[in-house]
């Protein structure tokens, strides 16, 4: 009877350090893939929220004026 749980024991310690292997073969993956993302997002050159904002901001600000100018060249050609 001894044995047996000896052996139980020795079972459930293969699987305790089973999975131990297992977290750390996982949380050394998921490290990995993380390293290899930031990379591959860092060569795509994306532009941050910031710099995005900005430009749509010029833009709809040169927007603006072309329609300023645009119906100040209308006024003029029609007075003429």
């Known amino acids: 009877m001894q044995a047996r749980g000896k052996i139980f024991d020795d079972i459930s ?6 999975m131990g292997v297992a977290q750390g073969a996982r949380d050394e993956a998921e490290t990995a893939m993380k390293s290899m993302m930031d990379r591959w ?3 795509r050159d994306f532009v941050t929220r910031e710099e995005f904002d900005a430009v749509r901001a010029m833009a709809q600000k040169a927007r603006e004026e072309n329609e300023a100018l645009k119906a100040r060249l209308d006024a ?3 007075k003429g």
Do not use: K
């Open 76 to 78: 003029l050609e029609a």
């Open 41 to 43: 997002l860092a060569d």
């Open 13 to 18: 310690q293969l699987m305790t350090n089973a």
